[in-house]
């Protein structure tokens, strides 16, 4: 064999073997709706939902809460192999009636981020809805109380947001609320300090990548899973692309 030839066969092997060395880094998956689209990007079809969980289950992921990966950084949780979180921002009612029974299905569960001012509202989940996810293995979080980017209100309105939010879901669900995610993935230092002065213990934010030990508490790196265009293809496209992202320390 040609020397260079050998040479360049070694270095793709380098690559791949550096790319596709098993990491610790835990992915968390960023849905929203789930159902009938209309074009909507924010959606995923029920089918296209339940292949992506089913590729999840026969490829040897487990679901945890984030509440299990912020205790395995210290210690007091073992993860599962290939560990993936799976959360929805908004609070949408097909959440509830159509996406908990795939993940149920499958093995699956996920943490809903909800907007307690939303809830009730035509298209967003009940209280009931919400209790009884809960109930089911779903981890509850906030996701403000009035769904604004906390990027563009000042300090004391971010305040109130995370806030009233937590005490308001709290009252509810009986349960400490332990994390929250940003409206649009926005956030700044600032709402980054309060969120941690309120009480929360993290924050997933619309920041790409995978996440470990030595990633900000405050702002957790999650996969967007819009309207897929390639089917499965492009749901195991982006799974490896954040692996990429988490591989480069971007």
Not at 195 to 207: H, I, P, V
Not at 226 to 233: C, D, E, S, T, V
Request: proline residues 4%.
């Amino acid at each position: 064999m040609n020397k260079f030839l050998a040479f360049g066969v070694l270095v793709m092997v380098a690559i791949l073997g550096w790319l596709f060395w098993p990491t610790n880094a835990v992915p968390i998956l960023a849905y929203h709706q789930v159902g009938e689209v209309d074009e909507e990007i924010y959606s995923v079809t029920a089918g296209q939902f339940e292949e992506q969980m089913k590729y999840l289950k026969e490829n040897g992921y487990h679901a945890i809460s984030l509440e299990d990966l912020f205790n395995s950084f210290t210690g007091k949780t073992v993860l599962p192999e290939k560990p993936i979180v799976i959360t929805f921002d908004d609070g949408y009612a097909d959440n509830y009636l159509t996406a908990l029974p795939i993940m149920e299905q499958y093995g699956m569960s996920a943490t809903v981020f909800v907007v307690p001012s939303l809830i009730g509202t035509t298209d967003y989940l009940s209280w009931q809805q919400v209790i009884g996810m809960q109930e089911r293995h779903t981890e509850i979080g906030s996701h403000t109380m009035s769904h604004v980017g906390m990027n563009e209100i000042n300090a004391a309105e971010q305040q109130r947001e995370a806030a009233e939010s937590k005490v308001a879901l709290e009252r509810q669900i009986g349960t400490p609320i332990q994390f929250f995610a940003y409206p649009y993935g926005q956030f700044s230092k600032g709402a980054q300090q309060i969120l941690k002065e309120t009480g929360y213990r993290g924050a997933c934010s619309g920041l790409a990548g995978l996440n470990d030990a030595n990633t900000d508490s405050y702002a957790l790196k999650r996969i967007n899973m819009p309207q897929p265009k390639y089917g499965l293809w492009e749901f195991r496209l982006r799974l490896f692309r954040a692996h990429l992202y988490s591989k480069l320390g971007l």
